[in-house]
């Protein structure tokens, strides 16, 4: 097994009852496999720290020019400008800027302190069997850390899942599926061209690994379950033909081992993201799904052959006509 005793983190969200079942510890991992247009987290997608500005909250003080060894900052009256291609991501700036407008984006984590951190939630979980998720980005990319920090967090007897896109190494599944309690795997876009050209590969992969993951869950006691999250996305992934075609591949491949298929609308919440990073958003301008047109996915995905019970639809909406 390939071991590490540090990873490049993202964040760390609490309380959250959106990754897993109960209260939950959500740890993104950074770095990704995919390139998704529609994605929530462009911040998530490089494995490296990353350096933002948050206009509100600067002072004008130019500390962080005088700190930045590389010259990477400029500060001009439209805002701050940084160059990329030297901006090395060491965080001096973000760390003393006095009004925190820069924010460096993934930070170096020690395994040991890691798990320290999350275990200070555990009450949490004992009350709400909930649990510590390791979401991303990807985390397999990290395979080595994240498979010990799964390892370490079972130790302890605590519920752990891992959230993954599949887009990854067979390798990084045997090292990480023996430590989590349950697989959140997505399945975005059946078609495998439409896959490609949306996320940056086609989902050949991602199938396999999905068939692999599900045939270790029948022949193993942990993990014991599976989630399928698939993201409505308009213009992409918000057909019914394509949530038809996900519902007869889990009917027909994984029936009996997942126990959850959600539909997670679209949002635009992450606008703000992609203006620090410096990066345009195909989709800037969508707004939120239709409660309508959620309910009659779900319906679809309800009479594609998968247990009607397992349908869930989950995530903002807006009324016809808003």
């Known amino acids: 097994m390939?071991?590490?005793s540090n990873a490049t983190i993202l964040e760390i969200v609490r309380m959250s009852t959106e990754d897993g079942p109960g209260i939950r510890t959500t740890v993104?991992?950074?770095?990704?496999?995919?390139?998704?247009?529609?994605?929530?987290?462009?911040?998530?997608?490089?494995?490296?720290?990353?350096?933002?500005?948050?206009?509100?909250?600067?002072?004008?003080c130019k500390t962080c020019l005088s700190v930045c060894r590389e010259n990477a900052l400029t500060l001009t009256e439209t805002g701050m400008q940084i160059d990329r291609t030297r901006c090395t991501g060491c965080g001096d700036?973000?760390?003393?800027?006095?009004?925190?407008?820069?924010?460096?984006?993934?930070?170096?984590?020690?395994?040991?302190?890691?798990?320290?951190?999350?275990?200070?939630?555990?009450?949490?979980?004992?009350?709400?069997?909930?649990?510590?998720?390791?979401?991303?980005?990807?985390?397999?990319?990290?395979?080595?850390?994240?498979?010990?920090?799964?390892?370490?967090?079972?130790?302890?007897?605590?519920?752990?899942?891992?959230?993954?896109?599949?887009?990854?190494s067979r390798e990084a599944l045997?090292?990480?599926?023996?430590?989590?309690?349950?697989?959140?795997?997505?399945?975005?876009?059946?078609?495998?061209?439409?896959?490609?050209?949306?996320?940056?590969?086609?989902?050949t992969r991602i199938l396999d690994n999905l068939l692999y993951a599900a045939d270790y869950i029948r022949a193993h006691v942990y993990p014991s379950e599976m989630w399928i999250r698939t993201p409505i996305i308009p213009g992409a992934t918000a057909t019914h033909g394509n949530i038809s075609g996900i519902g007869q591949f889990i009917a027909s491949h994984?029936?009996?081992?997942?126990?959850?298929?959600?539909?997670?609308?679209?949002?635009?919440?992450?606008?703000?993201?992609?203006?620090?990073?410096?990066?345009?958003?195909?989709?800037?301008?969508?707004?939120?799904?239709?409660?309508s047109f959620l309910e009659e996915l779900a319906e679809t995905a309800k009479h594609s052959g998968v247990d009607p019970d397992i349908v869930f639809a989950t995530g903002a909406t807006r009324l016809s006509g808003y």
């Open 2 to 4: 390939n071991q590490s």
């Open 28 to 60: 993104f991992f950074k770095g990704c496999t995919l390139k998704c247009a529609w994605c929530h987290n462009p911040e998530s997608i490089s494995i490296r720290p990353q350096l933002c500005w948050v206009g509100s909250r600067c002072i004008g």
């Open 93 to 168: 700036c973000a760390e003393e800027c006095p009004g925190t407008a820069l924010e460096l984006m993934g930070s170096q984590w020690q395994l040991d302190d890691l798990v320290a951190e999350v275990i200070k939630d555990r009450a949490y979980f004992e009350t709400s069997n909930g649990g510590i998720t390791i979401s991303g980005g990807e985390p397999t990319i990290q395979a080595g850390f994240a498979s010990q920090f799964l390892k370490a967090l079972r130790e302890k007897g605590l519920h752990t899942a891992l959230d993954t896109c599949g887009q990854c």
């Open 174 to 203: 045997e090292q990480t599926l023996p430590y989590a309690a349950m697989v959140l795997f997505d399945i975005k876009l059946i078609e495998p061209e439409a896959h490609k050209k949306l996320t940056g590969h086609d989902n």
């Open 254 to 291: 994984l029936d009996g081992v997942v126990s959850r298929w959600e539909l997670c609308a679209f949002n635009n919440l992450c606008r703000d993201k992609y203006l620090r990073l410096d990066q345009s958003w195909a989709f800037a301008d969508e707004s939120l799904l239709e409660k």
